[in-house]
C-alpha cells in the first residue's frame, strides 16, 4: 500500500510515439528501437523523475512508450528528448508525425495495438508476441508497476477475447494464403496431395512452402531451365521434371501452381480435357499467379477442374480485408468494454490514499487515548497492556472495516470523487 | 403416447433450431446443443414405435402415420450414424428440418389403423419396412450432401463466395459423404428388396407381380446402380455424382409416396390413410 501511496492521483497513463498512420517508411525506419536500443530507453527514461513506470514497443509499423507519469509536458519532452539523441534525429523531423495520448485514450491505444485492430494489416497475429516480448523486457528491467502490470495484462487478455470472438484473424489476406485456403475448400485435407510448380517466382514458392506446411505429397518442379528446376526441387525435397512432361504429369498431380514468364497459355483446355478421364475425375486445381497468365481460362469450365488466377485470388483477399474491416468494429466494442473496467479499476485505486489516511487518523487517536490511560493505570502488567492494544486495534479495524469496503467498491459504480471528498471531510484528513 | 409424440417433436423443432442458430451464428456449442435434441429426438421416435407395437401387439407400419414414424426414426439414426464417421455438421440444417417435418406430418395424420392381417409380424415383412427404409434415409442424406455439394461447387467455379462459402466445408468431404450414404442406401435397398420378394413368396406364393411399387423400386434401384457403377468405372464423381443422387432421392420418394397416391398397388394399405 505505501507505494500506492506516492500521490496516485497525479500519475497519468499516457502514451506517446508514431506508427504507420502518422510516419511514412522513410522517418520509421531512422526512429525504430533494436533490442538494445529499448534496454538503454528503459534505462535512462525508466529513471528520470517524472516518468514512474515505461514500457516500449517498437515493430516495424511503430514506436510507443507507454508511461506511468508524474509529469506529462516532462515525461513526454524526455521521450522526444531521448529518441533524437539516441537515434540521431531532430525533434523537428519526426514532431509532426509523434502522438501522445493521456488517460483512457492512451489506455484504448494499447488495448487496440495488442489485439491488431491498429495493424497495418488488421488481425494480423505478430503484434501480441510483439507486445507481449516488449512488456517482458519492462519486467526484467522491473520499469513496469502496479498499473503497468495491471494495464498489461489486460491488453493481452483483451486481445485474446477479439481473436476469439470475432473473425478479425480469419481468412486469407495473402495471395498464396488464400490459395491454400481455397485448396483445403476442394481437397478438403491436403495431406498426401501431389502439387507441380511450373515456373518460379515469390508468391508461387511462398505457396508451395503453405502446401508443406500442410503435409502435401510430392512436389513436382518443371521449368524451362532443367537447372533452375532442380534447384528449386531440392529446396522443396521433391523433383524436377522437364517443361515438356507436364501434360504427363497432369494425370498424377491434383494442384498445378503455375507462375512462368510464358507469353501464350502452357496448359490448354485440351489438354486437361483428356486428363481428366484417365484421372477418373479426380479434383484439379490450377492455381494460376502469371501475368500473361498460363493456363486457359476454360479450363473452369471442365467438370472438376477449377481454375484462379491471380485476379480472382486478389478478389478473395480483397473480400477477406472487408470481412476483417468488418469485424474490426465488434472488436472496438470489446475495447471501449475494458476500457471503461480499466478506469474504474483506476479510480478504485484513487481511494487508497484516503483510506490509508483514515486509518493514520484513528491510529494517532487510539495511541494518544491509549497513552492517557496508561498513565493514569500504572498498575497495569505487560500483557494486560498487550491485551489492551489487541482489543483497541481490532475496534479500529472493525469500524473501519465497511467505509474502506465502500470507498473500494465505489470506484467500480462511479462518482467514486464526490465520496472520497465527502469522507475527508467528514474526518477533516489532509 | 401422446406426449412421447409431443416430445419427439419438440426435440426435433429444437434440434432444428439449434442448427439453425448454427447456421447463422457459427458459434460451436449451437452444433452440439442441435445434435443433442436430435439424438434425444431419436430416442423418443424409438418410443413411440415401441410403444406403438406393445399397443396394438402388430409392428407398427400399417398406414401412413406409423410409417411416417419409422421413417423418421430412419433419417434421424442415419444422420447420427454420419455425424460420428464424418463429423459433417452443416448436414443437420438438412436432416433436422427434414426429420422434424417427417414427424410433424406423422403426427397430423388421424391413427385410422389398416387392416392387420396375421401375416402383419413375418419376420421378412418388418426386416423389409425397417430394411428398406434405412436405406431411403441413407438416400435421403446422399441428396443433401448432393446439394450442399452443387452450392459448394458454384461459389467455387464462379468465383462468387455467397453465405454459404465458409459455412460449407469442402467439396471433397461433401462428395464422400454422398458417396457413403449412396454406398449404404444401396445395399440397404438391396436387401430391402431381397426380403420384400421373398415376403411376397411367402405370403401371395409369387416372387413378382408386377405391382407398380415393385416396378418403381427396380427403377429406382437400377438408377443408383448405373450411379455407383460409373463411379467406379469412369469416375462419376463431384457435380454429376451430386446430380444423379438428387434425381435418385426424387424417384425414392415418388416410389414411396407417388406411386400409392398415384398408381395404387397392393403396399396401399401401409402408406394410405
Redesign the interface.
Known sequence: MSDLEIDIKKTDIILAGLNHKTAPIELRERIAFSQEDILRALDVLGNQPAINEITVISTCNRVEALMVVQDKVEAVENVKQFSSELKNVPVSIFDESFYVHIGDEAVRHIFRVASSLDSMMIGEPQILGQVKAAYLTSTQKKTSGVILNRLMHRAFFVAKRIRTETGIGDHAVSISYAAIELCKKIFGSLTDKKALLAGAGEMAELAVEHLIRNKAGDIIVANRTFERGLELAGRFNGYAIKFDEITEYLKTVDIVISSTGAQNFIITRDQVKSVMRIRKNRPLFFIDIAVPRDIDPEINRLNNAYVYDIDNLQDVISENIEDRNRESVKGDRIVDEAVINFRKWCESLKAVPTIVALRKKFDAIAEAEIKKTFKSLNKLSADEKNAINIMINSLINKILHDPTIFLKRNGFMGDSAKYIDITKKLFNLN | MNIVILFTILFYLFGTAGYFAYLFLQKNYMQKWGFFFISAGFLCNCLIICFGYIKSGWFPAQNLRETLFIAGWAVSGIFIILHHKFNLRILGIYAAPLVFAVIMAASLIPDSGGAIKDISNSFWLISHILVILSGDAALAMACGAGVFYLI?EHA??T?K?GFF??RL?????LDSTGYFCIVLGFTFITIGLITGLVYAKVVWGRFWGWDPKEVWSVITWFLYAALLHQRLT???????AAIMAIIGFAAVLFTFFGVNFILGGHHEEFTKW
Open positions: 459448394q467455387i467455379k468465383k463466395r462459402f465458409k466445408p469442402s467439396l471433397e468431404l469412369v469416375g462419376w464423381r463431384g457435380r454429376k
